[in-house]
């Protein structure tokens, strides 16, 4: 029987910056989902305590039990991430490091975004990021994964994409996070 239950997804940006290009990329991005599903922006990757072992308790602390719980929630992951010092972000590793244990990546739809200013895009966090979800048996979507270089010229003053190739590469994203989770609900 087709399921008719809403897609849930969950908008993870790695930038804690007020005025982020990631993050605007994330809003122009969720803009265009639409009708497809709905969309909850997590919004407390900062207020995530630093991890330790000795903090991964049964009853965990509340920020670490809100973002388990919009992860079991969600039907699928959007990440869009700057790259820092060749690297993950690190609030964005700190938040990923406190579900390693919980596993509530495992088998989860997950899209991946990087962006800079930079010619690369964030490609080498984008890697160690795919690599970490990898580890944590996240279900990598197979064209949901995109590199944006020179982020800085494709967003106008209202941080809408005015970069017409960037636009198709995300509806393509989109459509490939939507069929995964479709596939395995
Ligand atoms: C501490 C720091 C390290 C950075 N390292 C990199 C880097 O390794 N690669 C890169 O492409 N950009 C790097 N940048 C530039 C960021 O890509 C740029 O500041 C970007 O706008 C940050 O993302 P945001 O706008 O979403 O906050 C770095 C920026 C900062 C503040």
């Not at 804690?16 to 989902?33: E, T």
């Amino acid at each position: 029987m087709k399921n008719v239950n809403p897609i849930n997804i969950l908008a993870i940006s790695g930038s804690l910056r007020g005025k982020s290009l990631n993050s605007a990329l994330l809003r122009a991005v969720i803009s265009m989902i639409s009708s497809q599903g709905t969309v909850v922006t997590y919004s407390e990757m900062g207020q995530l305590p630093h991890f330790n072992p000795d903090l991964d308790l049964d009853v965990p602390d509340t920020a670490v039990a809100n973002w388990r719980r919009l992860l079991k929630e969600a039907n699928g992951v959007l990440i869009c991430t700057p790259e820092y010092a060749r690297g993950i972000p690190g609030a964005l590793k700190n938040a990923l490091d406190w579900v390693v244990s919980s596993g509530e990546f495992v088998n989860k739809p997950v899209a991946v975004i990087s962006a800079s200013p930079h010619p690369d895009g964030g490609a080498i966090a984008h890697e160690s990021l795919l690599g970490t979800l990898s580890m944590m048996s996240a279900s990598l979507v197979e064209g949901g994964t995109l590199t944006v270089p020179f982020i800085n010229k494709k967003l106008d003053s209202n941080k809408e994409i005015m970069d017409s190739d960037l636009r198709l590469n995300i509806q393509n994203l989109l459509k490939a996070l939507f069929q995964e989770i479709k596939n395995v609900q």
